[in-house]
T-cell receptor, first 113, second 113 residues
């Protein structure tokens, strides 16, 4: 158990819909990261927040957005969903903003039908 | 543009023998490297890391070697155990002042009893 929690574990929805994925980092970790793992793809970095502020952006679609709240939990919002958005979405957290180990949650499996 | 590559999709070794997983990178600005293990339906689990100022880091059965001139790192597992069977990802960071990790595609290790 990494100490990072993600909800829900599974999510099935239809094209065009909007969903919210939630992540609670390990106690004391200020950085939260979101990664996407599609079929046959490695883990792709989406976005990083540090203590409530956006720190880095990867190849995140404009239909996707995220935020980190004062209690340090984070939400990833995916809108106008397409079939290709079906993937595993992982949240990770770390103490530092760079150069340290990241601890991953169990992931949310999103299926878009 | 794949900055981190794991050219072997799979590896099979006998229990008790050494497992060697390889990873190549292209960005000379990377200064921190990590290995993660992933079981199906779970998030990646941090195994071991190495800073670019070192060429070797050891933790129990796991040793990571870094060859900066060749832009190559490897993970050695000795002795291999059936419970080590999983997907192994190498990751790199440091090309920016963020925690963004660039992952390889992963290598599936099977350790046969």
């Amino acid at each position: 158990d990494s100490g990072v929690t993600q909800t829900p574990k599974h999510l099935i929805t239809a094209t065009g819909q909007r969903v919210t994925l939630r992540c609670s980092p390990r106690s004391g970790d200020l950085s939260v990261y979101w990664y996407q793992q599609s079929l046959d793809q490695g883990l792709q970095f989406l976005i990083q927040y540090y203590n409530g502020e956006e720190r880095a952006k990867g190849n995140i679609l404009e239909r996707f957005s995220a935020q980190q709240f004062p209690d340090l939990h984070s939400e990833l919002n995916l809108s106008s969903l397409e079939l290709g958005d079906s993937a595993l979405y992982f949240c990770a957290s770390s103490v530092v903003t760079s150069g340290g180990e990241q601890f991953f949650g169990p992931g949310t499996r999103l299926t878009v039908l | 543009d794949q900055q981190v590559k794991q050219n072997s999709p799979s590896l099979s070794v006998q229990e008790g023998r050494i497992s060697i997983l390889n990873c190549d990178y292209t960005n000379s600005m990377f200064d921190y490297f990590l290995w993660y293990k992933k079981y199906p339906a779970e998030g990646p689990t941090f195994l071991i890391s190495i800073s670019s100022i070192k060429d070797k880091n050891e933790d129990g059965r796991f040793t990571v070697f870094l060859n900066k001139s060749a832009k190559h790192l490897s993970l050695h597992i000795v002795p291999s155990q059936p419970g080590d069977s999983a997907v192994y990802f190498c990751a790199a960071s440091g090309s920016s002042n963020t925690g963004k990790l660039i992952f390889g595609q992963g290598t599936t290790l099977q350790v046969k009893p």
